[in-house]
């Protein structure tokens, strides 16, 4: 029963938007009466929230094996199978993640979001570790955590606002920011080992 309401509100959603998604809609799209509807969910809210959970563990799920391949690869090949990856991930769902995003409150979304956030994180550590350049563990965060919330955000956007230029465009420019951010610096750059 918990499915069949949480597809429902996904297609009323992506229908009407958050504002103008009700609880009885969501029933009548479920096929149920709305006391059924309220013995799983509280309020809207609360559906929202069991929606936001669902859809990503969804995302999760579709970027794990991509995650897992991605550290192996070359650094440009390995950027560019993440980002494509995700804008895949993000336009299958973004009806629903327009909703969501616009009216989840940002805790929220930050609360539901860890796991996979954790994930993509600690894939983008071990590549800044092998390609960054930097052997500073403060500086390895640092970029880490520039590079993990600048690409989401903006991949996000991406899809949500279709700004009108390809996807190629989109990702060449998010790659040369991630590479200006693992150039080393020119003191570490002095530091390391020239290569044999």
Do not use: C
Request: hydrophobic share 40%; glycine share 6%; proline share 6%.
């Amino acid at each position: 029963m918990v499915d069949r309401i949480l597809d429902a509100a996904a297609v009323v959603l992506a229908e009407d938007g958050y504002q103008r998604a009700s609880t009885n809609r969501i029933a009548r799209e479920a096929g149920v009466s709305p006391g059924s509807l309220y013995r799983y969910f509280a309020d809207k809210d609360a559906i929202v929230s069991g929606l936001s959970t669902r859809l990503v563990e969804d995302f999760a799920a579709e970027l794990g094996p991509v995650l897992r391949t991605a550290i192996a690869l070359p650094r440009e090949e390995a950027g560019r199978t993440l980002v494509s990856a995700v804008l895949d991930a993000l336009d299958r769902h973004a009806p629903l993640l327009r909703a969501i995003v616009d009216q989840v409150p940002a805790d929220e979304q930050a609360v539901t979001l860890r796991d996979v956030q954790q994930r993509i994180t600690d894939v983008t550590y071990h590549l800044v570790v092998l390609h960054g350049g930097s052997r500073d563990p403060e500086r390895i965060e640092q970029t880490t955590w520039m590079i993990t919330q600048m690409s989401q955000h903006l991949a996000v956007r991406y899809v949500l606002d279709a700004p009108g230029f390809s996807r190629e465009l989109f990702v060449e420019g998010l790659e040369r920011m991630v590479d200006g951010l693992l150039e080393p610096r020119p003191s570490e750059a002095r530091d390391q080992p020239a290569p044999p």
